[in-house]
């Protein structure tokens, strides 16, 4: 039963162009969501997150989008660079839950 | 501050074998979650230790277990081994384990059941 689900595996885009990587989620009573960032044989790391309260969280290139009437978040990346090229996944979880629900992942590819 | 240090990187077990593995975090974090990787499916949640107690429980059979030891270090078991259970097994560590912190992630094992 998956509750976060990223349906598109891959995504290409030019360099210099926007990168929109989406995630829908089941569970209404999830409230924080994050993004990783996984590159081969590493390990994810941090990208973004954002709570519930709010519906749009900024960091640099980086912005997630909330909706969650829609239970639809997304990830914006401007302008896209060849180092973003990664496999990203979305993660969400309840408050005071300290587990975390991931999506399947997309795999971005930036081309130069 | 050292990452998140996992061991070993590989492993090749047989069927009906069991394996442990291992997480060290990273230096004052308390909490420790491990997650199954396999391909098309994300990332799984397995457990959550704190304080050498296991706080939360993702859904999988009892074969897989877990401990935390006073330094926060922890290991991870599996045992009578499937070959469904290949995949990649990545440890996080994070503070306290509050929802609102970020998890840090090992590079994984990689466990091969053959």
């Known amino acids: 039963d998956q509750q976060v689900k990223q349906n598109s595996p891959s995504l290409s885009v030019q360099e210099g162009r926007i990168s929109i990587l989406n995630c829908d989620y089941t569970?209404?009573?999830?409230?924080?969501f994050l993004w990783y960032k996984k590159y081969p044989a590493e390990g994810p790391t941090f990208l973004i997150s954002i709570s519930s309260i709010k519906d749009k969280n900024e960091d640099g290139r980086f912005t997630v989008f909330l909706n969650k009437s829609a239970k639809h978040l997304s990830l914006h990346i401007v302008p896209s660079q060849p180092g973003d090229s990664a496999v990203y996944f979305c993660?969400?979880?309840?408050?005071?839950?300290?587990?975390?629900?991931f999506g399947s992942g997309t795999k971005l590819n930036v081309k130069p | 501050k050292a990452g998140v240090t996992q061991t070993p990187r590989y492993l090749i077990k047989t069927r009906g074998q069991q394996v442990t593995l291992s997480c060290s975090p990273i230096s004052g974090h308390r909490s420790v979650s491990w997650y199954q990787q396999t391909p098309g499916q994300g990332l799984q949640f397995l457990f959550e230790?704190?304080?050498?107690?296991?706080?939360n429980k993702g859904n999988f059979p009892g074969r897989f277990s877990g401990r935390q030891f006073s330094n926060s270090r922890s290991e991870m078991n599996v045992s009578t081994l499937e070959l469904g259970d290949s995949a990649l097994y990545l440890c996080?560590?994070?503070?306290?384990?509050?929802?609102?912190?970020?998890?840090?992630f090992g590079s994984g094992t990689q466990l091969s059941v053959l």
């Open positions: 569970n209404s009573m999830f409230d924080y």
């Open positions: 230790y704190f304080s050498e107690t296991q706080r």
């Open positions: 996080a560590s994070s503070s306290t384990g509050a929802t609102n912190e970020k998890l840090f």
């Open positions: 993660a969400a979880s309840e408050y005071n839950f300290n587990k975390f629900y």
